[in-house]
């Protein structure tokens, strides 16, 4: 078989996992196709004759195209962060029109909301280091390459980058562990719009309060009673689909993140057993200054 002919048979064998690489390193679906293909289009081009492992050779020239956008993005003055944009309310669903919307939504699901949020918090070195070898296993000598780092630098940006997403990196300690399950359990109520369930969660004066950026101007910023906000949680049930449970500010919250996208934070106060409260962000600047990282249970 002629080398051309046998790199495009591999190549398009490796195809859904060169994207699943660029998907976890760029957060979005159009980007990860558009890195593959430019990865096709250099690969079509390059001398074969040293490459002993042709999928491990694509898989960091892929990473190379995608190092080059986030780079790009960074340049560009884009945020870290991907949040959503003012008047894109809680009510919507956040889907983006087009063929790929709701594949994109499936692909961020199985990925994981939390992790495309804390990865998108990552700088472009970091990140690459961080997917290639613990979500890939990819060498760190590869992963060097990519970088054009030692081996032994690529190490330790894959380490910071650990601590970063498991949140052990900040000096802060995490505290109400014991609480994950309540939060994921008012989250599940909240997709199902389970009233029952979230009145059995919800302490009776519990106190919602939420940025002005993320609700249409009939909902109050501040309600209170654990009836009233109830019934307002079964109105947004639709937004709860892209919610996640994750550490906020060292302890169990909620990421609302379609598509991966971070749009919202719900810090929750549990006493008792019980929500006594619910602050919901959603304005740029406190976005930015929320610390996020994945709970051990998504680890």
Not at 78 to 98: F, K, N, R, S
Request: proline share 5%; glycine share 8%.
């Amino acid at each position: 078989m002629h080398a051309h002919e046998l790199l495009a048979e591999r190549f398009e064998a490796d195809r859904p996992h060169l994207r699943d690489v660029a998907y976890r390193l760029l957060g979005s679906l159009a980007d990860a196709e558009d890195a593959v293909q430019q990865a096709w289009l250099k690969a079509a081009r390059a001398d074969l004759r040293d490459v002993r492992n042709l999928s491990g050779w694509l898989t960091t020239v892929t990473a190379r195209e995608c190092l080059d956008v986030l780079r790009a993005r960074r340049r560009r003055g884009e945020v870290a962060w991907p949040g959503g944009e003012a008047g894109d309310h809680l009510a919507t669903t956040g889907a983006e029109p087009g063929r790929t919307a709701e594949e994109e939504l499936l692909l961020a699901e199985s990925v994981g909301l939390a992790l495309l949020v804390v990865l998108s918090r990552l700088s472009p070195a970091q990140r690459v280091a961080f997917v290639l070898h613990d979500l890939f296993t990819v060498p760190f000598a590869d992963i060097g390459q990519v970088l054009d780092r030692s081996p032994a630098a690529a190490k330790k940006l894959a380490s910071r980058a650990r601590e970063l997403v498991r949140g052990s990196g900040s000096g802060g300690e995490r505290l109400g562990a014991e609480h994950v399950p309540l939060v994921a359990a008012f989250l599940a109520a909240s997709r199902g719009g389970d009233l029952p369930a979230l009145l059995d969660l919800l302490a009776p004066g519990v106190v919602r309060r939420v940025d002005p950026i993320l609700v249409p101007a009939d909902v109050a910023t501040e309600i209170r009673g654990s009836r009233a906000v109830a019934e307002e949680t079964r109105r947004f049930a639709a937004r709860a689909r892209a919610g996640a449970v994750a550490w906020v500010d060292g302890a169990p919250g909620i990421v609302i993140a379609p598509r991966g996208r971070l749009q919202a934070v719900l810090r929750l106060t549990i006493d008792a057993g019980l929500i006594q409260a619910i602050d919901i962000i959603g304005t740029p600047q406190r976005l930015h200054a929320t610390t996020i990282a994945l709970p051990e249970t998504a680890w």
